[in-house]
T-cell receptor, first 117, second 113 residues
């Protein structure tokens, strides 16, 4: 069973360009979470999605950032008009559906390292 | 979610047990204790979780005190590859959907040869 997959692993953008980060959850998982880790800082929650729904986006910056998890295909974290402060590692996690928290363990992907020049 | 307190760093000799403490004195009855680790900027790796009983899996053991105000993660035979930042996270049980993980500073465990 393949783990959570993220691509690209490294992404370089110039200021003002758009960045698209993709996350394919583990097989059978329908919940996706995005976290950001700024240089020398801890992991911070950004957004939680289920198929075609944003459940909690309280950690998302108000502007330029958006996320989706379509019915088919990977989850996408999109950053428009990137700035140097967006340089960070972006991690995606997935968890299976279910009502019991014990089935809700989040498994992380390897991350995408975004560098904004 | 309840706040956790962990020592910023610990050292352990290779082959010995590593005991990583975590204080969560304000934990509520419906909150689980989760442990993750992050090896050198890789994606966080799930280790173990528990509610009030001690738990053991192939990676580690989790000992939770009876009053649930603290816990200890035990790596029984630490190897150099266990060098990582270990995060103790207290997370509320949500019945109908998932919930975020709130990462603190964690403990930098260094396993020495």
């Amino acid at each position: 069973n393949a783990g959570v997959m993220q691509n690209p692993r490294h992404l370089v953008r110039r200021r003002g360009q758009e960045a698209r980060l993709r996350c394919s959850p583990m097989k059978g998982h329908s919940h996706v979470y995005w976290y950001r880790q700024l240089p020398e800082e801890g992991l911070k929650f950004m957004v939680y999605l289920q198929k075609e729904n944003i459940i909690d986006e309280s950690g998302m910056p108000k502007e330029r950032f958006s996320a989706e998890f379509p019915k088919e295909g990977p989850s996408i974290l999109r950053i428009q008009q990137v700035v140097r402060g967006d340089s960070a590692a972006y991690f995606c996690a997935s968890s299976p559906p279910g009502l019991a928290l014990s089935t809700d363990t989040q498994y992380f992907g390897p991350g995408t390292r975004l560098t904004v020049l | 979610d309840a706040k956790t307190t962990q020592p910023p760093s610990m050292d352990c000799a290779e082959g010995r047990a590593a005991n990583l403490p975590c204080n969560h004195s304000t934990i509520s009855g419906n909150e689980y204790v989760y442990w993750y680790r992050q090896i050198h900027s890789q994606g966080p790796q799930y280790i173990i979780h528990g509610l009030k009983n001690n738990e053991t899996n192939e990676m580690a053991s989790l000992i939770i005190t009876e009053d649930r105000k603290s816990s200890t993660l035990i790596l029984p035979h630490a190897t150099l590859r266990d060098t990582a930042v270990y995060y103790c996270i207290v997370r509320v049980a949500v019945e109908t959907s998932g919930s975020r993980l709130t990462f603190g500073e964690g403990t930098q465990l260094t396993v020495n040869p």
